[in-house]
């Protein structure tokens, strides 16, 4: 992907900053604990993500032959990527475009061929 001069001087980001989604994750989770280091069982709990969301994961994995340490980092990007959209929950756009950021490149349809 050929890289996009940007214009310093503009902002072309109308979502939250950091410093409010940091905020949010505090007040989602209770403590001061954050999507970078929130485990699997708090993202259950009350990250915003589904099982079938987290069952999809398990399925690409397979696939993928991906470790539980990048399943969760998976997780953790999705969560970020719907807080900067304001999204309550995870959706599956953010998801899906979670497992595109790897150096392997996710082949989507061959994955959802898989899947089916």
């Not at 996009?4 to 989602?28: F, K, L, M, T, W």
């Not at 708090?42 to 696939?63: A, H, M």
């Not at 990048?70 to 899906?96: G, M, P, S, Y």
């Amino acid at each position: 992907m050929p890289l996009v001069p940007v214009a310093i001087d503009r902002n072309v980001h109308d979502g939250p900053s950091s410093y409010q989604v940091r905020a949010i994750q505090r007040e989602r989770y209770g403590k001061d604990v954050l999507n970078a280091t929130a485990s699997l069982n708090t993202f259950k709990e009350v990250g915003g993500v589904s099982k079938q969301q987290i069952q999809l994961i398990e399925r690409c994995s397979q696939k993928q032959l991906w470790s539980n340490r990048v399943q969760v980092k998976f997780l953790r990007l999705a969560r970020t990527i719907a807080d900067l959209n304001k999204e309550v929950i995870v959706t599956e756009e953010a998801l899906w475009e979670a497992m595109t950021y790897q150096r392997k490149p996710l082949n989507k349809a061959l994955v959802q061929k898989r899947l089916l």
